[in-house]
């Protein structure tokens, strides 16, 4: 199931306009076998030339997205603090 997409438009040297989603998709968790099987979540990248995509269990997932999350919030006070300084000149 698609959960979410992104979509990125940019624009090459040429000035030739080009689309890259990143797509978020699910699978459910089942029954394999006797066993339940942990659900995947998919990271899909979608160009206009190619898709390529990688499968994460539950936990791969959760550690990618802290990641994320961390690399964000650093990311965001190094534009705040640029910005104070910017205001207090």
Same mark, same amino acid.
């Given at each position: 199931? !698609?959960?979410?997409?992104?979509?990125?438009?940019?624009?090459?040297?040429?000035?030739?306009?080009?689309?890259?989603?990143?797509?978020?998709?699910?699978?459910?968790?089942?029954?394999?076998?006797?066993?339940?099987?942990?659900?995947?979540?998919?990271?899909?990248?979608?160009?206009?030339?190619?898709?390529?995509? !990688?499968?994460?269990?539950?936990?791969?997932?959760?550690?990618?997205?802290?990641? =994320?999350?961390?690399?964000?919030?650093? =990311?965001?006070?190094?534009?705040?603090? =640029?910005?104070?300084?910017?205001?207090?000149?």
């Amino acid at each position: 199931m !698609i959960e979410d997409e992104i979509v990125h438009w940019w624009k090459d040297d040429d000035g030739t306009q080009h689309r890259t989603i990143l797509r978020l998709e699910s699978e459910d968790a089942q029954i394999g076998g006797d066993f339940p099987r942990d659900g995947r979540i998919v990271v899909r990248i979608i160009n206009t030339v190619s898709s390529q995509a !990688i499968k994460l269990s539950p936990e791969e997932a959760l550690r990618v997205s802290t990641l =994320l999350l961390s690399i964000s919030k650093e =990311l965001l006070n190094q534009k705040r603090n =640029l910005w104070k300084r910017v205001e207090s000149v």
